[in-house]
């Protein structure tokens, strides 16, 4: 199992970014996926899922309305556009299989990618 995350950059606040998840080694179509982020000095922390279909998504309070999860099957990759960004979003983004928006959820495989730093500031 490999992920690899990209799209991460330093923004000002209100600014927009896309991450990119390229999965591999297991049936992508097939899992819920999620996107964590571990912001300096604090635990990892689910942000976003979306069902195996792309029907279906969820989000934790703090970003509802500004962040969209997306994916594409038939490329194996999963997105995520953010929008209006502010320095608390600041950190470093992870995906992995998973669902739930509660701190049960910390991802399907144990195998995590090398993350893409998210930078808000002016």
């Known amino acids: 199992v490999q992920f690899v995350e990209s799209g991460g950059d330093l923004v000002q606040p209100g600014g927009s970014l896309r991450l990119s998840c390229a999965a591999s080694?297991?049936?992508?179509?097939?899992?819920?996926m999620c996107w964590f982020r571990q912001a300096p000095g604090k635990e990892r922390e689910v942000v976003a899922c979306?069902?195996?279909?792309?029907?279906?998504?969820d989000y934790i309070g703090p970003v509802k309305g500004r962040f969209t999860i997306s994916r594409d099957n038939a490329k194996n990759t999963m997105y995520l556009q953010m929008n209006n960004l502010q320095p608390e979003d600041t950190a470093v983004y992870y995906c992995?299989?998973?669902?739930?928006?509660?701190?049960?959820?910390?991802?399907?495989?144990?195998?995590w990618g090398q993350g893409t730093q998210v930078a808000v500031s002016s």
């Open positions: 992995n299989a998973g669902w739930g928006m509660t701190t049960t959820n910390n991802g399907r495989f144990d195998s």
């Open positions: 080694g297991f049936k992508f179509s097939g899992y819920a």
């Open positions: 979306i069902n195996f279909p792309g029907s279906l998504s």
